[in-house]
């Protein structure tokens, strides 16, 4: 099983500011299938990155990732209020599928 | 609109199995896999399995094997994930979630189903 690990576990930041959010993985990621996603309390997470850098469907600019093998980033050029939430990280290219624990993202 | 809606919340006692529904709209649901994420109170996300609809296939996370199923209604557009001899850790939001196109991860999910496990 691939273990993602995540940090930091929470990133205190302010609007406006960069967020810099990694994932970690103890095996290589086949073919980059490295996904991103937000949830906010009371939802259901939401799919922002696929396949490492791809944005879904509506995700704004500012969302992008990056990386390959085993180290990703997800970055948040400029926080906006309603990015305040919880990120984690999944591979979809090996079974069994896995989360990162994920990363709080707080107002600081 | 492309949608996923599941049924209601559950209460159990230990022991017992519940059966969560996920009506897919909006899309051909025989073309899509279906996933089963699971999120403990105040915990990360828990992959539980795939289901594809088209032909049935079905793969399981190991720790669940023999206690979950995962079926399809092709008719009505539903899948179901049914979970036996529940024990208390069992108590989480079960979510379902569609596979995208190629190469998309899970780019739609259904509302959630809190299943509470209590003697």
């Known amino acids: 099983e691939i273990v993602l690990t995540q940090s930091p576990g929470t990133l205190s930041l302010s609007p406006g500011e960069r967020a810099t959010l990694s994932c970690r993985a103890s095996?290589?990621?086949?073919?980059?299938?490295l996904a991103w996603y937000q949830q906010k309390p009371g939802q259901a997470p939401r799919l922002l990155i696929s396949?490492?850098?791809i944005r879904a469907t509506g995700i704004p600019d500012r969302f992008s990732g990056s990386g390959s093998g085993t180290d990703f980033t997800l970055t948040i050029s400029r926080l906006e209020p309603e990015d305040f939430a919880v990120y984690y990280c999944?591979?979809?290219?090996?079974?069994?599928?896995?989360f990162g624990g994920g990363t709080k993202v707080e107002i600081k | 609109q492309v949608r996923l809606v599941q049924s209601g919340a559950e209460v159990k006692k230990p022991g017992a199995s519940v059966r969560v529904s996920c009506q897919a709209s909006?899309?051909?649901?025989?073309?899509?896999?279906i996933n089963w994420v699971r999120q403990a109170p105040g915990q990360g996300l828990e992959w539980m399995g795939w289901?594809?609809?088209?032909?049935?296939?079905?793969n399981y996370a190991q720790r669940l094997q023999g206690r979950v199923s995962m079926t399809t209604d092709t008719a009505t557009s539903t899948a179901y994930m049914e979970l036996r001899s529940l024990k208390s850790d069992d108590t989480a939001i079960y979510y379902c979630?569609?596979?995208?196109?190629?190469?998309?991860?899970?780019?739609?999910w259904g509302q959630g189903t809190m299943v509470t496990v209590s003697s």
């Open positions: 979630a569609r596979d995208g196109d190629t190469l998309v991860a899970f780019d739609i």
């Open positions: 909006g899309y051909t649901f025989t073309s899509y896999t």
């Open positions: 289901i594809t609809p088209y032909n049935g296939d079905t």
């Open positions: 095996l290589s990621v086949s073919r980059n299938s």
């Open positions: 396949y490492t850098s």
């Open positions: 999944q591979q979809y290219g090996t079974s069994p599928l896995t």
